[in-house]
């Protein structure tokens, strides 16, 4: 039973005086609140000090709607994990609560926010990536410079870091020479590029690098640097069997094995719920491990239990020599005879001194398409693709992470958000080194709403219930917060965020931050609800603030 809980007098002023309407429902079907509502009608309760603060009894002294989410929040904020708040009311354009705003946390993919702004300021919307299949000749190419199938003269693929170049994009390039009538290239292969080493940011997790979400950040990017397969059962406790598709260049071998769900109950005991695990009482794990080396090589090791076929998804580890040998299996397959390619700079080939000629090109998106994406999807490879390309327009050269990460803070410094406190390490959220406050994530959102030019970066936020991270996310797909979020979320582990805006019933729309980090993974398989639906379905019910009353 949990009618007590509207005895207490905080709870129940808050209950009297706002009626709202997805309280009683909302509180029904917490666990975050089983210390303080789990008890049987008859008994007593005791409401701990910090539900009884003078921001809820002193009614007359607040506006409605701070001292609304301020009692509501002393009620549900989770008691392990930090938390860090700001709302604003897009209406009266004021911020109407915050907590802790000010306090630097670790943001996850709502970075993206920042990425985002930055990149439309400083690429502009009509931004894309190109690759270029060119020479360095007086004149284009043309198939009278063609004698007898040979081309005696050097070919140049320029990348760009282009994060959505697919292998087919590639072909299609190279389709042009053979439709030139080159058969043998005489001169070099050339991919060239802008000089960055650079292919993980600061902070980025060891264990997340052979995971196509942390693929690595290169001029030479080719279907996202992932490359994909499947791991199928031979039969119970035999090495399994690999199937990589495409026939991509790499290297993957392995003793995994398959285990019979039935012995696996006794050689793998689960562990009950809420158990320490120590030295004596921890179980074998049956697990998956990817081992990485050079050359993109790989082996997989460990155990799955179970029949069926799984799938694998593996990050490239090294992008330039995956690429050169994709332009050469691509080449061999066009029948065009050739030297081995090689890599090089456009700082290496700036004292040739003639002009570029353009053979064939391939154009990205537009920006506005891939910034879409990104938030969706919440695509970490467009982001730190973008943040680079950041950093190399604002410097007018190759820019690593550091240095991109300094040219978005002087890039969003100069929109009016200042950022000197934070610390930005990548564009895409994935290192544990950024640290942002909520109160610097609203001042990306305010500033996106009040300048019309960015305003479209709002409709570009996934939708609860409908699209991107939100279509399927628990208690965001389902009334009452289906249609009523537009947000980017941020979630890793021990890191629970969501940023965007909120429709409440009371007609009026709120830009909202809400940092969670700090929470364990016991304490969210615990959760019948994240708090950040929580705090949201509090604020369907937020009421009007006096000065707003008709």
């Known amino acids: ?9 905080p709870l129940k002023q808050l209950y009297l005086q706002f009626k709202p309407k997805y309280l009683w429902p909302l509180l029904t079907s917490l666990s975050v609140m089983t210390s303080v509502i789990s008890f049987p009608a008859s008994a007593e309760i005791t409401l701990p000090p910090s539900l009884i603060t003078p921001s809820v009894e002193q009614a007359s002294s607040t506006e409605p709607v701070t001292q609304y989410l301020d009692g509501m929040l002393q009620l549900l904020k989770p008691a392990y994990s930090q938390l860090g708040i700001s709302v604003w009311d897009m209406t009266t354009q004021q911020t109407v609560f915050t907590y802790n705003n000010q306090s630097l946390m670790q943001p996850a993919s709502i ?14 919307r009509g931004f894309t990536y190109q690759t270029h299949l060119s020479t360095f000749a007086n004149a284009p190419l043309t198939k009278q410079q063609v004698i007898n199938g040979v081309y005696h003269g050097d070919i140049y693929i320029e990348f760009s870091g282009d994060p959505t170049l697919t292998y087919q994009d590639l072909q299609q390039l190279l389709t042009s020479l053979k439709q030139l009538g080159i058969h043998k290239i005489d001169g070099q292969v050339v991919l060239l590029s802008e000089q960055d080493s650079q292919l993980q940011a600061p902070g980025w997790v060891w264990d997340d690098l052979g995971i196509c979400y942390a693929a690595p950040i290169s001029p030479f990017i080719i279907d996202k640097n992932c490359v994909y397969g499947r791991l199928s059962t031979k039969g119970y406790d035999k090495t399994a069997n690999i199937t990589m598709m495409g026939k991509r260049p790499i290297e993957i ?32 794990d049956c697990k998956l491990t990817l081992a990485r080396f050079d050359n993109n090589r790989y082996h997989l090791t460990g155990c799955h239990i179970g029949a069926k076929s799984i799938p694998l998804a593996i990050a490239i580890t090294d992008p330039e020599l995956y690429a050169t040998r994709i332009i050469s299996k691509q080449l061999t397959a066009l029948g065009i005879q050739h030297k081995a390619p090689m890599v090089l700079s456009h700082q290496q080939i700036t004292s040739n001194a003639n002009p570029r000629q353009v053979i064939a090109s391939h154009h990205s998106a537009s920006l506005t398409a891939l910034l879409s994406t990104m938030l969706l999807k919440s695509d970490n490879l467009i982001a730190d693709s973008l943040l680079k390309k950041v950093g190399e327009s604002y410097y007018q050269s190759a820019s690593d992470f550091a240095r991109s990460s ?18 930005l390490a990548d564009g895409s959220g994935l290192s544990r080194y950024n640290l942002l406050s909520a109160d610097q994530v609203l001042s990306v959102l305010t500033t996106v709403y009040q300048m019309p030019e960015y305003h479209f970066l709002l409709d570009s936020l996934a939708e609860s219930g409908v699209s991107g991270t939100l279509r399927y996310k628990r208690y965001f797909n389902k009334s009452p917060l289906k249609h009523h979020v537009f947000a980017k979320t941020g979630s890793m582990l021990g890191v629970a965020n969501l940023a965007g805006k909120v429709k409440a019933s009371n007609g009026h729309e709120y830009l909202f931050v809400l940092i969670e980090n700090g929470i364990s993974p016991q304490i969210k398989k615990q959760q019948k609800a994240p708090f950040s639906a929580v705090f949201l379905q509090t604020m369907m019910d937020v009421p009007l603030n006096n000065s707003q009353k008709q």
């Open 253 to 284: 071998t392995n003793d995994a094995y398959f285990v019979n769900p039935v012995m696996a109950k006794s050689q793998y005991k689960a562990v009950p719920a809420g158990t320490v695990h120590t030295q004596a009482n921890s179980q074998p």
């Open 1 to 9: 039973m949990y009618l007590p809980i509207l005895a207490a007098s």
């Open 111 to 124: 970075q993206k926010l920042l990425t985002a702004l930055a990149a439309t300021k400083q690429l502009g």
């Open 406 to 423: 300094q040219a978005m803070k002087a890039i969003l410094y100069s929109l009016g958000i200042d950022l000197a406190d934070a610390n």
